[in-house]
């Protein structure tokens, strides 16, 4: 059983810089790959970026190449989400997941288990 929990959010104007943070519960954390999506209300959620289990590969939707960088610390059972020149349509709720096999990244339904999301909103 793993549980995670996205930290980070706020409210910043348009080309500034967030950085969340999913931390998660559990000794074999370093085992899964994770992901961040985001989802704004009456959207499907939408993959942003992933990283396998040791950090060695990452993958990001085109929305976020460029601006976004998705990390992790294995030792502090945490994966980051550096978001730089923000836009407003990056306002969305920014959930993390993790994946026990590291399959397609971007499908929400490889993942086993979510965090209960944290809230991103760009101001213009």
């Known amino acids: 059983q793993v549980q995670l929990v996205e930290s980070g959010g706020g409210l910043v104007q348009a080309g500034g810089s967030l950085r969340l943070s999913c931390t998660a519960s559990g000794r074999t954390f370093s085992m899964y790959a994770v992901g961040w999506f985001r989802q704004v209300p009456g959207k499907e959620r939408e993959f942003v970026a992933g990283?396998?289990?040791?950090?060695?590969?990452?993958y990001y939707a085109d929305s976020a190449k460029g601006r976004f960088t998705i990390s992790r610390d294995n030792a502090k059972n945490t994966v980051y989400l550096q978001m730089n020149s923000l836009k407003p349509e990056d306002t969305a709720v920014y959930y993390c997941?993790?994946?026990?096999?590291?399959?397609?990244?971007?499908?929400?339904?490889?993942?086993?288990?979510w965090g209960q999301g944290t809230q991103v909103t760009v101001s213009s």
């Open positions: 997941a993790a994946d026990r096999f590291g399959g397609d990244y971007a499908r929400p339904d490889e993942y086993d288990y």
């Open positions: 990283i396998s289990w040791s950090g060695s590969s990452t």
